[in-house]
Structure formats: structure tokens, C-alpha cells
């Protein structure tokens, strides 16, 4: 006969997962109305932390890369010689991450107030600029949440009150944070892009969007595909004609859709970047030259795929 620890131990698996269903059932039970404003605003609180990553990741990146570059010439560095005593060459402490220091202004370093940190109110209540030194906030930081908003919308009207919703919002939201990310620094971060590999990998154990076998397939042939143009355009031309970061995104995108859906994401993000580069160049918004962020055209095609399925693989059949 059992013990009370051993009994207690065995019903806790079960009794976890009863809460958890039984929690899933009381958001499934709120009325519509009810369910989409909750969305949304998961989506806008969401898309609020995406802005600090979309900030402050490339400057954390960048203090690594600091360091690394240090040790390879034979020493540990200090905090002077990475950053300036206390604090690094652009003037910020010294411990910085994710979830420190406070967000501020990053003209004058104004600590944000909790009523100018609201998402997308905030920005327009103080008309796009800071309370303290009137400098303009960037555009970019209600576009973000309210792109998280839509994606948080999206996902509940697609698939429902599901762990399936909450995992294609997830995805959403990194794709966010990756493609502002590329269009800024033209980066695509292997802390971010290297996770959600594994993490598409995860999520389709449990056949959500695709079955484990489509999903390991799709995850070396997303990162081949690039790998294989990288390399052909090298040897052609004698330069690179696109990062690294695209071909990890891609197997991303193929651990989470499966390897049906990369044709169509290619030519989604083929076509788009196309007309936009070709757009910007003849508007001299850009250089011939000069090279163009491939990560949010990927993010856009993965994006259709996910809410609209591969809509042109039935043209093309409709075509022949």
C-alpha cells in the first residue's frame, strides 16, 4: 500500500493537468466578445515586451561580442575596458538585459512613468514624443504592439480558444521581433532564430501544425535551401548575397509549417522583397547595391501560410 508522498506524487501529474483543462475550458467558456478584447490585449502587452527586445537585444549582443573579442586577445576584459567604468560607451549601465534597468527614454534617459509605458495610448497621448525632453519616440514602438494585437486576434479567429492559437501567436510574436529586428540592424540573432527551431520542433510532437516527420524534413530543408542559393551566389559573384540568419530562420519556419509549406514561403518573400527593393531603389530610397533584409519577407510569407494555408499551390494546379 501507498504512502501519502508516494499517492500524493502520482496524483500530481493528473491533477495539474485536470487544472490546466479545466482552466482552458473557462477561457473557452467566455463569451466571443469577452475572449477577443482578453486577445488583444495580450497581443498589446505582448507587443510592449517585443519592443524592449527589438531594443535592447542587439545592444546585449553586441556587449558579448565585446567580450568574446576581448578574451581572444589573451585576457579577461573589465568593466572599464567594455564599457567606460559604469557604464558603456553610449551611456547605459552597465547591467542591462531584458528585464533591466527600467525602460527610459534613450534621448535623455527619462525613467518611463507607468501611465507613459501603456501600449499605443501612451504613444499617442504624448503625440509620439518623450514627457521630459520632447524627443520624438519612434513610430515604430505602437506599430509593434499593435501588430501584436492583430496577431493575437488573428491566431483566436483562426484556431479558436486552443493551445494550437497560443502556439501560432507565439510564433507570430518572434517573427515580429525578428523582422524589426533585420530591418533595423540587419541581423537576424541566433538567441533568437536557434530556439524557435527547436521550439517548431516541440510544438509539432504533438502534430499541432504539421507531424514530427514533415517538421524535422522541413527543418533541413529550410536551412539548405538558402544555404545552397548563399553558396551559388558566392561562387558567381564573389560576394554574399544574404546572412546566415536567413537560413536558420527558414529551417525555423520549416520545423513549424513542415517542408510543404517552403515554396511557398520562398516565393511570398521572393516576390515581396523584390517589388519593395525594386520600389525603393527607383524612389532613391536605396542603392542598387545595397543589401536588403530578407528576414521580414520570410516572416510575411510564413505568415500567410500560417492563416491562409498554401493558396497558391492551388493556382499553380489550377493553372495546369
Given amino acids: 500500500m501507498m504512502d501519502s508522498t508516494a499517492r500524493a506524487a502520482s496524483l500530481a501529474p493528473a491533477t495539474s493537468i485536470d487544472t490546466a483543462a479545466s482552466f482552458a475550458a473557462a477561457i473557452g467558456a467566455l463569451p466571443p466578445g469577452m475572449l477577443m478584447g482578453f486577445a488583444i490585449v495580450i497581443g498589446l502587452v505582448v507587443g510592449s515586451f517585443l519592443n524592449v527586445v527589438?531594443?535592447?537585444?542587439?545592444?546585449?549582443?553586441?556587449?558579448?561580442?565585446?567580450?568574446?573579442?576581448?578574451?581572444?586577445?589573451?585576457?579577461?576584459?573589465?568593466?572599464?575596458?567594455?564599457?567606460?567604468?559604469?557604464?558603456?560607451?553610449?551611456?547605459l549601465p552597465a547591467r542591462y538585459n531584458l528585464w533591466?534597468?527600467?525602460?527610459?527614454?534613450?534621448?535623455?534617459?527619462?525613467?518611463?512613468?507607468?501611465?507613459?509605458?501603456?501600449?499605443?495610448?501612451?504613444?499617442?497621448?504624448?503625440?509620439?514624443?518623450?514627457?521630459?525632453?520632447?524627443?520624438?519616440?519612434?513610430?515604430?514602438?505602437?506599430?509593434?504592439?499593435?501588430?501584436?494585437?492583430?496577431?493575437?486576434?488573428?491566431?483566436?479567429?483562426?484556431?479558436?480558444?486552443?493551445?494550437?492559437?497560443?502556439?501560432?501567436?507565439?510564433?507570430?510574436?518572434?517573427?515580429?521581433a525578428t523582422s524589426a529586428i533585420d530591418l533595423e540592424h540587419q541581423l537576424l540573432p541566433d538567441a533568437i532564430t536557434l530556439p524557435l527551431i527547436w521550439a517548431g520542433l516541440l510544438v509539432n510532437l504533438a502534430e499541432t501544425f504539421t507531424d514530427?516527420?514533415?517538421?524535422v524534413i522541413g527543418a533541413v530543408a529550410g536551412y539548405l535551401a538558402l544555404w545552397c542559393v548563399y553558396w551559388l551566389f558566392?561562387?558567381?559573384?564573389?560576394?554574399?548575397?544574404?546572412?546566415?540568419?536567413?537560413?536558420k530562420l527558414l529551417a525555423a519556419?520549416?520545423?513549424?509549417?513542415?517542408?510543404?509549406?517552403?515554396?511557398?514561403?520562398?516565393?511570398?518573400?521572393?516576390?515581396?522583397?523584390?517589388v519593395i527593393g525594386l520600389?525603393?531603389?527607383?524612389?532613391?530610397?536605396?542603392?542598387?547595391?545595397?543589401p536588403l533584409p530578407f528576414g521580414p519577407y520570410l516572416a510575411a510569407g510564413a505568415?500567410?501560410?500560417?492563416?491562409?494555408?498554401?493558396?497558391?499551390?492551388?493556382?499553380f494546379a489550377w493553372g495546369n
Avoid at 212 to 215: F, K, Q, R, S
Avoid at 303 to 313: D, E, K, Q, S
Wanted: aromatic letters at 8%; one cysteine or more; hydrophobic letters at 50%.
Fill in 253 to 274: 519556419l520549416g520545423a513549424w509549417l513542415g517542408w510543404t509549406a517552403l515554396p511557398q514561403i520562398v516565393v511570398i518573400a521572393a516576390v515581396t522583397g523584390a
Fill in 279 to 290: 520600389a525603393a531603389t527607383l524612389s532613391g530610397r536605396m542603392r542598387f547595391e545595397e
Fill in 100 to 176: 533591466l534597468p527600467r525602460s527610459a527614454c534613450p534621448h535623455c534617459g527619462h525613467v518611463l512613468r507607468v501611465w507613459e509605458n501603456i501600449p499605443v495610448a501612451s504613444w499617442l497621448a504624448l503625440r509620439g514624443r518623450c514627457s521630459q525632453c520632447g524627443s520624438r519616440v519612434s513610430v515604430r514602438y505602437p506599430l509593434i504592439e499593435l501588430a501584436g494585437a492583430v496577431c493575437a486576434a488573428g491566431a483566436l479567429l483562426a484556431f479558436g480558444p486552443t493551445g494550437k492559437a497560443l502556439a501560432a501567436f507565439a510564433l507570430c510574436a518572434t517573427l515580429i
Fill in 303 to 315: 505568415l500567410v501560410t500560417l492563416f491562409a494555408g498554401t493558396p497558391l499551390y492551388a493556382v
Fill in 54 to 91: 527589438v531594443h535592447r537585444l542587439p545592444i546585449m549582443l553586441e556587449r558579448a561580442w565585446r567580450a568574446d573579442a576581448a578574451e581572444a586577445f589573451g585576457h579577461a576584459p573589465t568593466t572599464g575596458e567594455l564599457f567606460g567604468n559604469d557604464s558603456a560607451p553610449d551611456g
Fill in 212 to 215: 514530427l516527420h514533415t517538421a
Fill in 234 to 247: 558566392k561562387l558567381l559573384r564573389g560576394v554574399e548575397g544574404m546572412g546566415h540568419g536567413d537560413f
